[in-house]
């Protein structure tokens, strides 16, 4: 499974750096994504990066404020989320692609549990 940390509380214009990290087994050839949810919702994808670490994709609602990285030698994947805003409260989770490469939930596999990123105005 890979396991989210990082998360936390923060004004809004604030910054977090959430971190993947995965347990029993790498994920060195797979795409690694981020994904969100909130109460009440489905779940979203937010960012994802190829198992290079050489193509990434954003969703449109975090471009230009959130950067996805990888670090092969240790097997992580990062989330650098900054100017955040109160609608990107939510539980941010990781998990990997069982293709080469995907932004639709249902292409990812090896979920665990999420962490609590909550904005406030």
């Known amino acids: 499974q890979l396991q989210a940390s990082g998360g936390g509380s923060v004004q809004a214009g604030g910054s977090l750096r959430l971190s993947c990290a995965a347990s029993?087994?790498?994920?060195?050839?797979?795409?690694v994504g981020w994904f969100r949810q909130v109460p009440g919702k489905e779940r979203e994808f937010v960012a994802t990066?190829?198992?290079?670490?050489?193509?990434?994709s954003y969703a449109d609602s975090v471009k230009d404020r959130f950067t996805i990285s990888r670090d092969k030698v240790k097997n992580t994947v990062a989330l650098q989320m900054n100017s955040l805003k109160p609608e990107d409260t939510a539980v941010y989770y990781c998990?990997?692609?069982?293709?080469?490469?995907?932004?639709?939930?249902?292409?990812?596999?090896?979920w665990g549990q999420g962490t609590q990123v909550t904005v406030s105005s």
């Open positions: 029993r087994r790498t994920f060195s050839n797979n795409a």
């Open positions: 990066i190829d198992w290079s670490g050489g193509t990434t």
């Open positions: 998990a990997a692609c069982r293709g080469p490469f995907g932004i639709r939930v249902e292409s990812y596999d090896y």
